[in-house]
């Protein structure tokens, strides 16, 4: 079995890697980066540089990565490449005779944008976030009242996410990120959770849920243990956004009620920390889709993940040339 995957620079990219590795499947793991400092292509079989996702190279150089090493599965590794493989997923396919993982453009695009989020979620009646776009500031206001959250409307992590406590405060932000989401402030930081879902044929079969502890918008501390009720409002949640495969949710109990701020249709940042949980959802999307293998929640370990730095040493011959 061959996989490819891309941005092996990236914590997705790098947690799918390591997911491989603890995988039953003894893949040959391709991997790709626009960098060749990227640490996961020190970490994969067979590495290749790529152009930036918006490069209009990209996906030329994507379909001869593809073609030279006909690839079983392709997962893409970063927040960027989303668009381009959920609107030639079936190109490729076709082409190459490989699987890639990647949901529809519909469900890209909802994740993509907070905004579409937000309405997606109250429009299916699931746990959302009260948010507004500038110019209606004021009925949000008067609704839910300070503080308020504003945020790119596409963005990763924690950059750009202020937490407004006045008037002022609120139209400095919007001045200064115009293309913005405003959002009530939910919960606390001792609420937040992070889930990861496993969708096929419109149903969910499998999740889980962690407890975490943020630093600079990544997780850096993971509390896993069966949920009960959280898994439940997850699992609904997934099922009505009908990924393909994976999706990750990010939720804050507010006064005891599951409310989404975040939607990812991709694999996580935190799906390296969930095989640590017996929760290895690369390998179970991989042997669904290749070998039609029922997909069964696993029994999830109650484990505590401290995430640390760490290091991947090289001699200078090693290192792979900067791409021309």
């Not at 502890?213 to 009720?229: I, K, S, W």
Request: some cysteine.
């Amino acid at each position: 079995m061959k996989v490819l995957v891309t941005g092996a620079g990236a914590l997705l990219g790098q947690g799918i890697i390591r997911s491989l590795q603890r995988s039953n499947l003894n893949a040959t793991i391709v991997v790709a980066d626009p960098s060749p400092l990227a640490v996961g292509l020190y970490w994969g079989d067979v590495p290749y540089l790529i152009p930036m996702a918006n490069d209009p190279a990209y996906f030329e150089r994507i379909c001869v990565v593809i073609e030279r090493e006909r690839p079983d599965v392709v997962i893409p590794g970063t927040d960027v490449e989303l668009h381009a493989f959920a609107a030639h997923r079936e190109f490729l396919e076709a082409t190459y005779g490989t699987r890639v993982i990647i949901s529809s453009p519909r469900v890209v695009e909802i994740a993509d944008d907070k905004w579409l989020t937000a309405q997606f979620l109250e429009s299916e009646g699931l746990g959302f976030v009260p948010s507004c776009l500038p110019g209606n500031e004021h009925d949000l206001i008067a609704t839910v009242g300070f503080p308020l959250i504003v945020k790119p409307r596409v963005g990763a992590r924690s950059i750009g996410v202020r937490v407004i406590h006045s008037d002022g405060e609120l139209q400095a932000a919007i001045d200064e990120q115009p293309c913005c989401v405003i959002q009530k402030y939910v919960g606390t930081p001792e609420t937040e959770y992070t889930a990861g879902t496993l969708t096929f044929e419109g149903k969910c079969a499998a999740s889980i849920v962690m407890r975490r502890d943020l630093r600079d918008g990544n997780t850096y501390r993971a509390f896993a243990e069966p949920y009960g009720e959280l898994n439940e409002a997850v699992e609904r949640a997934a099922t009505i956004l009908n990924a393909f495969g994976p999706a990750n949710f990010q939720f804050r109990l507010d006064d005891g009620a599951v409310r989404i701020f975040e939607i990812n249709g991709r694999f996580s940042g935190t799906t390296g920390i969930r095989v640590h949980a017996g929760f290895n959802e690369v390998e179970m999307c991989i042997r669904h889709i290749l070998f039609d293998e029922p997909i069964i929640q696993p029994a999830v370990l109650p484990v505590t993940v401290l995430r640390h730095w760490s290091e991947t040493v090289l001699m200078n011959s090693d290192l792979l040339e900067p791409r021309q």
